[in-house]
């Protein structure tokens, strides 16, 4: 800006790459002054968030402010209410867009459109008058994509950088009474080339705006950078506290640092010396010399050690508090910064991420921050319950995909105990190679990642700096490895761009091996060429949870076991899904191409382990049953061997309580003492004393479930440990010897006929009919066109297995039943036979399924029979592997019992409907309307599936929203299914759930009694 000019206009000349900020202060954490003695304290008189109604007004461009803007009567027709925080897409002014590489706008870099909407926010506030011997910043918490700010028509700077705030001095431009702020936000801007981020394009001001009071002699930086000393019981902070002396000469100050317990009874750990803050050497030439090449500046360097602390880690995250206190030449209190503290240590050895020498297994997530209502916008309420939902699933690790996330997040995950991987606010995956070696981006590309670290890095929960994500690997990114690594060497670094082909690529500026959906055959060929001795491989996306997806358990058979191989981040957290209401004021979640727009990405953003509104989706509790901490097994002796999975801790929070059911049926209950077992380590145990069948038939099994104890539940670090919370359950299959079925004397008539087919009591089945359709998961037919090779569902299209219609029909009565022979064939003309026989027995309809498909066929989504029955068959209740669904690369979660439901909660629980409501290992199925039980009941145990809905209309539907209520239940009995995979971005199914032309059997009856009512 021309030093002579007022004013900044026109705005669009400020849209290059090359300024990233204008007028604000240099970054640090942003801790709030607190009065001496106060710093235990929840509120501090000196902070003032001006969240809540602002006016708001909507231009066409940023060139359309002026001066007139920055005057006008905001109650003029042109302006109304917007709130703050959050975007206008979300409050009436335009609509989000959803885009996952391509950028919203055509062009280079960096040119964005001419007509670009911008926002104008405005409103007053005053000063408090014990804040006027006092400088104001003023904090911006975000703009998106970036922010002019005015206060009383003064322009005071401008910032870019949307995910971290922008602080300025405002003191010089307040007027006594009333002051108006003004905050203008263009839509796009350079920047918005490296923040091309897979998720809704959504402008405005998503984080709080605060007015901050400091004394005029301020401390601008009170980083603790924390570690652990190899004691285990030694803590150390490096401190790095600088001082703003304002407009005020420079004057002897010195600074404290006291830490205390904050568990339990106060206890003071450590408290230094005041340590004085050097001061420029003014007046004399000689000592000025020297100074010139010594003086760091008005900032304290230096390293204090804490003894007696227990270390932080994610099973026993404690904390601590730390005060730094500045002080003038008399003693007495200038400002009070204070903060909690953890004591832990990062390393990378031996293949190996260390914290606190130990190789933890990274279970980990990726998280945008997203909200149903408010986009990106999120409360402190928000991220705890998403960080205590992750506790309750054993997530131990966040990767912050792909920015800085407010600083609540990362005081949450101190407190509650997660590793995270701080990630640069940079993605530019739309010019994956060109941005990265632009020299007019390297400004943007260093000043993110030195932002970041410089307001992190004194949380103990980040174990790693990432660089970005999608962006290459250029000039840019060893420049920011370098500061980095000379800025904060306490822990390593971690950028996945050079190893976008080649796991063993040279990669110097990661300390990890952290590619993007490797497949497990690929990583554990790594693993066994150990070309790379040093770094360990930690997967930064893998497992893509998009609607129906498996796969997980290969990926955990081999963590933490082959060497090298320590863990991953699932993609992803959380479905972006937009809450939309209808005039009936019910609501439905919306993605790509609902707000109007033609060009998007669809339901690629609903991609998430759970819902929009945080209900799990099936995905997560597999990935909580993987890692689990504790395993049982059943040794070749016949002992029970339990494991202690954990890093850190033993089991004695742990009550260990364990149930005898034969065929389901609880038979005999106890307690099991783990408290003995210490972490990785394993316990052998007897079998708790059984009662099972004298003839031995049924099945037996014996599952134990782990649950806290009331003292574990009462520890601050385990709030998210809710009454009724399980930690595990593991489930041992003692017998497998199915019991006969017991002959029912309330059994109903039944009768098969060529004309009629299946009849049971009063319910008419008709014929069961071939089934090798699903309606295709999100990863069976993804959106979009990027993969390398065409998904499932194109194929089987391109077969035509989705309207596969009949060449021949054969019915025929014999003296032992019904045979009903069909005859299909395929668009490519191979042949599918199903031949089904029907038999009365004893009031049961005895069925034998034989059903041929030409083995040129490949890789088939099911193949089984479909029975359409009458709605009111509503209640469910099964013998088989339950609560939840289960898959062929998906049942972790699951154990044998019996179970009860409903056909409609068997509705498909994912925004796009898709394939549902399988249960694999199935004895028998009972469907219960007001009058009739219809049994199902496998000769071998079978899958099976009930739901309202038909492949077919599953298939049609685009969005939850339109799946008309059925009218119908709709029953799969399935000789096979295909397994799920993650193919939407990750690995396909892998072959061994993969169904291929041959010879399926399926022997199955059917019967039915009167229904008991009380």
């Known amino acids: 800006m021309d030093p002579a000019s007022p004013q900044p206009f026109p705005l669009s000349r400020w849209s ?49 402010v002026d001066d007139d803007t920055l005057a006008a009567d905001t109650d003029g027709a042109e302006w109304g209410d917007i709130t703050v925080p959050g975007t206008w897409v979300l409050q009436g002014h335009g609509a989000p867009v959803y885009l996952n590489v391509r950028m919203p706008f055509a062009g280079q870099a960096p040119a964005v459109p001419a007509d670009n909407p911008t926002g104008v926010y405005r409103r007053a506030f005053t000063v408090a ?30 910032g870019t950088d949307s995910h971290l705030a922008s602080d300025y001095d405002i003191t010089a431009a307040l007027v006594p009474g009333s002051n108006d702020i003004c905050i203008v936000v263009p839509r796009w801007s350079a920047a918005t080339w490296v923040e091309d981020q897979d998720q809704w394009w959504m402008p405005g001001l998503h984080r709080s705006v605060e007015l901050i009071s400091v004394p005029p002699i301020a401390l601008a930086d009170t980083a603790m950078v924390p570690g652990l000393e190899a004691d285990g019981t030694t803590g150390t902070l490096d401190l790095d506290i600088a001082v703003d002396f304002g407009d005020r000469p420079p004057a002897p100050v010195t600074v404290e640092v006291d830490v205390v317990s904050i568990a339990g009874r106060r206890r003071t750990m450590a408290s230094s010396k005041p340590i004085p803050v050097p001061l420029w050497a003014a007046g004399n030439e000689a ?9 760091p500046g008005h900032r304290v360097r230096r390293r204090i050690a804490i003894a007696g602390i227990e270390a932080w880690n994610h099973e026993s995250p404690h904390l601590y508090r730390a005060t730094v206190t500045l002080r003038d030449d008399t003693g007495a209190a200038l400002d009070v910064r204070s903060r ?14 260390l914290v606190n020498g130990v190789p933890v297994v990274i279970n980990g997530v990726n998280r945008h921050e997203t ?50 991987i701080d990630e640069t606010d940079i993605e530019t995956h739309a010019r994956w190679l060109s941005l990265c070696d632009d020299p007019a981006y390297a400004s943007t590309f260093l000043e993110r990642a030195t932002r970041m670290v410089r307001r992190d890095r004194s ?27 000379r800025f904060d060497p306490s822990r390593p670094l971690h950028y996945e761009g050079p190893l976008r082909d080649d796991l063993d690529a040279a990669n110097p500026v990661s300390d990890v091996v952290c590619p993007m959906y490797a497949s497990v055959e690929r990583i554990v060929q790594w693993s066994e060429d150990a070309l790379d001795r040093h770094r360990p491989l930690i997967l930064c996306e893998y497992g893509h949870a998009m609607g129906q997806a498996g796969g997980l358990d290969d990926y955990w058979a081999v963590f933490g076991v082959e060497p090298g191989l320590q863990g991953g981040f699932v993609w992803e957290w959380c479905d972006h899904g937009l809450r939309r209401r209808r005039d009936d004021g019910t609501t439905w979640f919306a993605y790509g191409g609902d707000f109007g727009e033609t060009d998007h990405d669809g339901s690629f953003v609903c991609d998430g382990l759970v819902s929009p509104d945080r209900e799990p989706r099936p995905l997560l509790g597999e990935l909580a049953a993987l890692t689990q901490p504790v395993a049982v097994e059943l040794t070749d002796r016949g002992r029970l061997l339990i494991t202690n999975r954990r890093w850190f801790t033993d089991l004695s929070d742990l009550r260990a309580a364990w149930t005898l059911e034969v065929d389901g049926e609880p038979v005999e209950r106890g307690t099991l003492d783990i408290s003995r077992i210490e972490p990785r380590s394993a316990l052998e145990l007897a079998v708790p004393t059984a009662t099972p069948r004298p003839d031995g038939a049924g099945r037996t099994t014996l599952t134990i479930t782990f649950t806290p104890t009331r003292a574990a539940r009462r520890q601050p670090s385990r709030s998210w440990a809710r009454a009724g919370w399980v930690a595990a359950v593991c489930q041992i299959e003692l017998n497998r010897r199915p019991a006969a079925p017991r002959p029912s004397r309330a059994r109903r008539e039944v009768s098969v006929s060529a004309e009629n087919g299946m009849v049971v009591g009063d319910v008419a089945v008709g014929w069961a009919e071939l089934s090798i359709w699903r309606a295709p998961t999100s990863n069976d037919d993804p959106p979009g066109a990027w993969r390398q090779r065409p998904a499932a569902a194109v194929r089987w299209r391109e077969l035509g297995l989705d309207r596969v219609t009949a060449t021949d029909i054969d019915v025929r009565s014999r003296p032992d039943g019904v045979r009903r022979t069909v005859t299909y064939a395929t668009s490519d003309g191979a042949s599918i036979r199903h031949r089904q026989t029907v038999r009365v027995v004893d009031r049961t309809l005895v069925v034998a399924d034989v059903i041929g498909i030409d083995r040129s066929v490949r890789d088939l989504p099911r193949v089984g029979v479909v029975l359409t029955m009458p709605q009111t068959l509503e209640r469910l209740k099964w013998l088989g592997l339950g609560p939840g669904t289960t898959y062929p690369d998906r049942r972790a979660a699951a154990r044998f019992g019996r179970w009860r439901s409903s056909v409609g909660d068997q509705r498909p629980p994912f925004i796009v409907p898709q394939e549902h409501g399988l249960h694999l290992d199935t004895e028998w199925v ?30 049609d539907v685009r969005n939850d929203r339109d799946l008309a209520t059925g009218t119908a239940t ?18 396909d199914t892998h072959p061994r759930h993969r169904i291929d032309g041959g010879t399926y059997r399926l022997g199955w009856t059917l019967s039915a009694r009167r229904r008991r009512t009380r």
Not at 970 to 987: E, M, N, T, W, Y
Request: proline content about 5%.
């Open 371 to 420: 909200h149903p209502d408010r986009g990106r916008t999120v409360t402190a309420d928000d991220t705890r319950r998403d960080l205590e939902l992750m506790k309750q699933h054993h997530v131990n690790a966040v990767r912050t995909s792909h920015y800085p996330d407010a600083e609540s997040f990362y005081d949450l995950c101190d407190e509650l105990g997660l590793y995270v």
């Open 16 to 64: 290059t790459p090359e300024v990233t900020g204008f007028g604000r202060l240099a970054m640090a954490p942003g801790l709030a002054p607190l009065d001496e003695g106060a710093e235990a304290a929840a509120t501090t008189p000196w902070v003032r968030a001006l969240d809540g109604q602002w006016r708001f007004r909507l231009l066409a461009r940023p060139d359309d």
């Open 926 to 955: 009972e469907l219960s309307s007001p009058t009739t039980t219809v049994v199902l009941r496998g000769e071998h145990p079978l899958a099976f599936s009930a739901s309202h809905h038909t492949a077919s209309a599953l298939t």
């Open 459 to 485: 949380h103990p929960c980040i174990i790693a700096w990432s660089l970005g994500n999608e962006s290459g690997y250029g000039s840019s990114h060893d420049a920011m490895a370098a500061w980095i690594r």
């Open 129 to 158: 008058s014990r804040w006027r011997r006092r400088r104001t910043i003023l904090r911006v918490g975000s703009a998106d994509s970036c922010g002019f700010v005015w206060v009383n028509g003064t322009f005071v700077g401008m």
């Open 287 to 295: 000592e000025q010399d020297r100074a010139s090449y010594l003086w």
């Open 340 to 353: 909690r503290v953890g004591f832990r240590r990062v390393e990378i050895a031996d293949r190996q991420l």
């Open 970 to 987: 709709i029953v799969h009995l399935d000789a096979a299914h295909r397994g799920l995979g993650s193919f939407a971005c990750g690995p």
